[in-house]
C-alpha cells in the first residue's frame, strides 16, 4: 500500500532511484561446494611408557572423530609396536574440519581402558586439529600438511605413546 501510494503521487522514482551499476536482475546464488572425503590415515602406534598395559603387551585401538562424527578402529592385540593403517574417513563440505584422533589401550571387561598421551602439550591426551581443505594445513596439537606423514608424542602425562598418521582429502 506504501509503495502504490508513492507511485500514484508521482514520487516513488526519485526517492528509491536505481543506483549506479545496480543491475535490474538479482545475482543467482554462489553454488554449494561439493563434498569432500577427509581421510585420516594412523600407519605406526608405539607404547612408549611400560607398563601402560599391566598384563601383557598393549590392546591398542584408535578413536578418530572427523567433523563431530566419531569412528572407533578395530582393536589390535597385544602388540606395543604396531603399523595398523587404520582409515577413518568422512564426507566434508565446509573448508576446515575439526579432528580429533585418541589412542587407547583396551582392558574391557576387566579395568577401565587406558587413554594414550599423544600430545606433546603437558595436561593433554587427544590430538586436537584443523584441516583446511583449501590449503591442505594441518594445525592444532601438531602441524603439518595434506599427505604429509606427521608424528606425535605425549610429553609429561602417563601412558605415553607415539602416532604417525596422515591426513588427505579428495
Known amino acids: 500500500p506504501f509503495q502504490m ?3 500514484e503521487a508521482g514520487v516513488y522514482e526519485k526517492i528509491f532511484i536505481k ?5 535490474d536482475t538479482i545475482a543467482p546464488p554462489a553454488p554449494v561446494q561439493a563434498p569432500k572425503r577427509v581421510t585420516v590415515t594412523i600407519t605406526r602406534v608405539e ?3 611400560d607398563g601402560i598395559d599391566l598384563v601383557g603387551p598393549a590392546d591398542f585401538f584408535a578413536e578418530v572423530t572427523i567433523g563431530g562424527t566419531v569412528t572407533n578402529t578395530p582393536i589390535k592385540l597385544n602388540d606395543n609396536k604396531h603399523s595398523p593403517n587404520w582409515s577413518v ?3 566434508v563440505d565446509a573448508n576446515t574440519v575439526s579432528i580429533t584422533i585418541r589412542l587407547i ?3 574391557s571387561p576387566t579395568t577401565a581402558d587406558d587413554l594414550c598421551d599423544l600430545n606433546p602439550a603437558t595436561d593433554k591426551k587427544s590430538l ?3 584441516y583446511n581443505l583449501r590449503t591442505g594445513q594441518i594445525t592444532g ?5 595434506k599427505g604429509q606423514e606427521i608424528t ?5 602425562d602417563s601412558d605415553k605413546c607415539m602416532i604417525r598418521f596422515k591426513i588427505n582429502h579428495t
Not at 543506483?19 to 543491475?23: L, M, P, R, T
Not at 606425535?152 to 609429561?156: D, I, L, V
Open 47 to 49: 607404547n612408549v611408557d
Open 128 to 130: 586436537f586439529l584443523t
Open 141 to 145: 596439537s601438531v602441524a603439518g600438511s
Open 19 to 23: 543506483q549506479k551499476g545496480e543491475e
Open 89 to 91: 574417513s568422512k564426507d
Open 152 to 156: 606425535a608424542t605425549g610429553r609429561g
Open 5 to 7: 501510494a508513492l507511485e
Open 105 to 107: 589401550d583396551d582392558d
